[in-house]
Nanobody, 120 residues
Framework: QVQLVESGGGLVQPGGSLRLSCAAS????????MGWYRQAPGKQRELVAV???????RYADSVKGRFTISRDNAKNTVYLQMNNLKSEDTAVYYC??????????????WGQGTQVTVSF
């Protein structure tokens, strides 16, 4: 069974930094695409950043240049380094793992989420 455990959230002032971690209990972690999503109160969950099994990254326009996603396959962990945080980054951040088994079979897993609050 796949388990994703996020950590690193908290309260930070605008302009500050946080690093989120997601530890995955997955066999063959390296074949999974990994990502971070977030959900603010009253809003839909949105993509923040993803990194493919091959290491290709993609970011939401709102975080480009400020956030960096990375993965350590030896530690089964994906990270999200968040710099120059803004109040609009306040949300619950969720770790995501997905694996494509076939054209019609993609399996997706979610962590429980970690709260990030950007405020004075």
């Amino acid at each position: 069974q796949v388990q994703l455990v996020e950590s690193g959230g908290g309260l930070v002032q605008p302009g500050g930094s946080l690093r989120l971690s997601c530890a995955a209990s997955i066999s063959i972690f390296s074949v999974y695409g990994m990502g971070w999503y977030r959900q603010a109160p009253g809003k839909q969950r949105e993509l923040v950043a993803v990194v493919t099994s091959g290491g290709t990254t993609r970011y939401a326009d709102s975080v480009k240049g400020r956030f960096t996603i990375s993965r350590d396959n030896a530690k089964n962990t994906v990270y999200l380094q968040m710099n120059n945080l803004k109040s609009e980054d306040t949300a619950v951040y969720y770790c995501n793992a997905n694996r494509v088994y076939s054209v019609s079979d993609t399996r997706t897993y979610w962590g429980q989420g970690t709260q990030v609050t950007v405020s004075f």
